[in-house]
């Protein structure tokens, strides 16, 4: 099917059929070769902004998902303190260190042995601290491992190496030792 205009040049006599097939056949060909144009300066510095807001955009994505995991990891600390805390009770005051400082909470006798043998850990919990059993200072530690200030159950990496241990084995210390 032709262009209504060829059809009206070939009926005016002012193009033959040959000449009117032969224009048709460069313009598909100038189509079909075609080539992308290269883009303009205002084009490039469209599509540069374009993707540095996306950048931004990314980023400011990564930054909230972060605070509200942030956030859901505290509630869920919060939850389980709540849950699983020991009531504190006694007049003996167990004595550990808090960073650089030496703080202590009151138990009694059956608390302070759970607490030498590594059954209870001590937390961080608002402005004091907490007694929780061992599985709920497990799952603090999943979520928040700075929440837990004294854990004897567990030793950390670098407390003290084998030997250092077998030379202090020679040296018997009173099992009713209170500093």
Do not use: C
Not at 102 to 126: F, H
């Amino acid at each position: 099917m032709r262009n209504p205009l060829q059809e009206q040049l070939l009926k005016a006599g002012l193009v033959n059929k040959a000449k009117a097939a032969q224009v048709v056949r460069e313009q598909a060909k100038k189509h079909q070769g075609k080539a992308p144009v290269a883009p303009s300066a205002e084009e490039l510095e469209a599509r540069r902004l374009q993707a540095e807001k996306a950048e931004r955009d990314r980023a400011i994505a990564a930054e909230r998902n972060a605070q509200a995991r942030a956030n859901e990891a505290r509630a869920q600390v919060r939850q389980i303190v709540e849950a699983h805390k020991v009531k504190r009770e006694g007049e003996i005051a167990y004595r550990f260190t808090d960073g650089d400082r030496i703080k202590d909470v009151l138990v009694n006798e059956p608390l302070r042995a759970q607490l030498a043998a590594g059954t209870l850990v001590i937390v961080r919990y608002g402005e004091g601290y907490e007694l929780l059993p061992r599985v709920a200072a497990d799952k603090i530690r999943e979520r928040d491992a700075t929440m837990i200030v004294l854990d004897h159950g567990r030793t950390e990496a670098g407390s003290s190496s084998g030997a250092d241990d077998e030379y202090y084995r020679q040296f018997e210390v009173p099992d009713d030792l209170i500093w």
